[in-house]
C-alpha cells in the first residue's frame, strides 16, 4: 500500500465493463461482499478500492482479491484533487460507498454527477445526518423503540444522506433486540440488497 501520488497514465479498456471504485473507512464487510458478488461478472469490475484509513480491512480485502488497493488523507480527499485525478487515470464509471464515513467533496459529486451511490443502515430520512453511521444510528433506532428499520441505498448529493433514494430493505425490531442482534439484521439486509442494487443501477433495470 502507498499513499495516492501522481496518477499512472490513461489505461485502455478492452472491454465494455462499468469500472467501479469503492470507498471504505472500516472492516470492509460490504467491500467483501461487492468484490464477491462482482468477481467473473461481464458487466461491472471492481476496479479499486480507496479508505481513509491506511489499516483498514477494506484494503485487506481488495488485496486478496488482486484489486488496487490505496489509502489516502484529507489533504488528497478535500484540499486537492489528488482522489479525482486518481479515478480518472483508472476510468472510473461510479463511485460506490461501502461504509465510508467523510462528506463526498464538490468536485467528486461534479465529475460524478448522479454516479456515486451510498449505503446507510437506517430508513432515511430517519437517522440520517453527520454523525449518524454504524451503532450511533442503531442505538438511536433502539432508544426510540422504533418497531421497524432497515437500510437505504441512495445517491449522494452536497448533504450528508440527503439524495435520491434508490431502493429501501427492512426488517423488524423485536421487544427483545439487542444492539449487536440488531446489527447482524442490518449486515444481513445489506449482504443480500447493496451488490445486485448496484448491479441494476448501473444497467439501469
Request: proline letters at 3%; glycine letters at 6%; hydrophobic letters at 40%.
Amino acid at each position: 500500500m502507498r499513499p495516492i501520488s501522481r496518477p499512472k497514465a490513461m489505461k485502455t479498456t478492452e472491454n465494455n465493463k462499468k469500472r467501479i471504485a469503492l470507498f471504505a473507512s472500516g472492516s470492509g464487510s460490504n467491500v467483501f461482499n461487492i468484490i464477491n458478488y462482482f468477481e467473473g461478472s461481464e458487466i461491472v469490475e471492481v476496479t479499486i478500492v480507496l479508505s481513509n484509513k491506511k489499516n483498514a480491512g477494506a484494503l485487506v480485502h481488495a488485496e486478496k482479491a488482486n484489486i488496487k488497493a490505496l489509502p489516502f488523507n484529507r489533504h488528497d480527499f478535500f484540499e486537492s484533487n489528488n482522489v479525482l485525478r486518481l479515478l480518472k487515470s483508472e476510468q472510473i464509471d461510479y463511485i460506490i460507498l461501502a461504509g465510508f464515513l467523510w462528506k463526498i467533496p464538490e468536485n467528486l459529486i461534479s465529475n460524478f454527477e448522479n454516479k456515486i451511490l451510498n449505503i446507510h443502515p437506517s430508513l432515511l430520512p430517519k437517522y440520517g445526518g453527520k454523525g449518524m453511521f454504524g451503532r450511533h444510528v442503531h442505538e438511536s433506532v433502539l432508544a426510540n423503540k422504533e418497531k421497524e428499520t432497515g437500510i437505504t441505498i441512495h445517491l449522494v448529493n452536497e448533504k450528508y444522506d440527503d439524495g435520491k433514494i434508490i431502493k429501501q430493505a427492512t426488517c423488524s425490531i423485536d421487544e427483545s433486540e439487542t444492539l449487536l442482534s440488531l446489527q447482524e439484521k442490518i449486515s444481513k439486509l445489506e449482504k443480500e440488497n447493496f451488490p445486485i442494487t448496484i448491479e441494476q443501477f448501473i444497467t439501469k433495470k
